[in-house]
C-alpha cells in the first residue's frame, strides 16, 4: 500500500505538475458524449512520464454510474512488449460543452482536469489536452489516421496554438 502511495505521489509531481508557460485551453465546442465512448487509439503525444516508453496506447472509455470509467493502456517498448494498464473515474466538469473532464487515477490519489479541444467525429478523431495545456494526446478511433486526415489534425493542432514539434509518435497496435 505504501510503494503504492509513493509512486501516486510520483506520477503526481512529474506528470500533472502545472505547467508555468502554458495558458489555460478551452473547448472549441460542445460534443456528444455516446460519440466519446468506446476505444481510443493514441496517434500523438506530448511526452510525459507516465507513458514513456509506451507504444500502441488505447484509451477505452464506458459509462458508468458517477461519469465514465477510463482503461488506459499501452505496450512498454514495442507494440507487442508487456502491457501496461492504468484506470481512471472520469466526470464531466462543464455540462454546457460536455467537453471539459475531471479524472482521478490511483484511487483518487491524483486528479487532472483534461479539455478536448477539438473532435472531428465524422472523421474519427479528437484532441484531448491537460487543462493546463501542458499534455497533449491525438486519439484515434482507429489504431491509425489516414496520412491526408493526420495532416489536417496537426494543421488543427498548430491552429490551436500547440507546438507540433514536441509531439511524438507511439507505434499503433499491431494488426
Known amino acids: 500500500m505504501i510503494q503504492r502511495s509513493v509512486l501516486a505521489a510520483i506520477a503526481a509531481c512529474l506528470l500533472f505538475a502545472p505547467a508555468t508557460a502554458s495558458a489555460a485551453v478551452e473547448p472549441v465546442g460542445r460534443i456528444e458524449l455516446s460519440r466519446m465512448m468506446g476505444r481510443w487509439y493514441e496517434v500523438a503525444r506530448v511526452p ?37 494498464v492504468w484506470k481512471a473515474k472520469a466526470t464531466v466538469a462543464d455540462p454546457r460543452t460536455n467537453a471539459k473532464f475531471k479524472m482521478t487515477f490511483f484511487g483518487g490519489v491524483v486528479s487532472q482536469d483534461y479539455v478536448v479541444v477539438e473532435h472531428r467525429a465524422e472523421q474519427g478523431w479528437l484532441v484531448l489536452a491537460t487543462a493546463n495545456g501542458k499534455y497533449l494526446w491525438l486519439m484515434s478511433q482507429k489504431p491509425t489516421l489516414p496520412a491526408a486526415v493526420k495532416t489536417q489534425a496537426l494543421a488543427r493542432i498548430r491552429q490551436l496554438g500547440f507546438d507540433v514539434g514536441r509531439l511524438e509518435f507511439p507505434l499503433p497496435p499491431r494488426s
Open 48 to 84: 510525459n512520464v507516465l507513458q514513456k516508453g509506451c507504444q500502441a496506447g488505447a484509451s477505452e472509455w464506458t459509462p458508468s454510474a458517477a461519469g465514465f470509467a477510463v482503461v488506459q493502456s499501452c505496450r512498454k517498448d514495442t507494440p507487442d512488449g508487456p502491457l501496461k
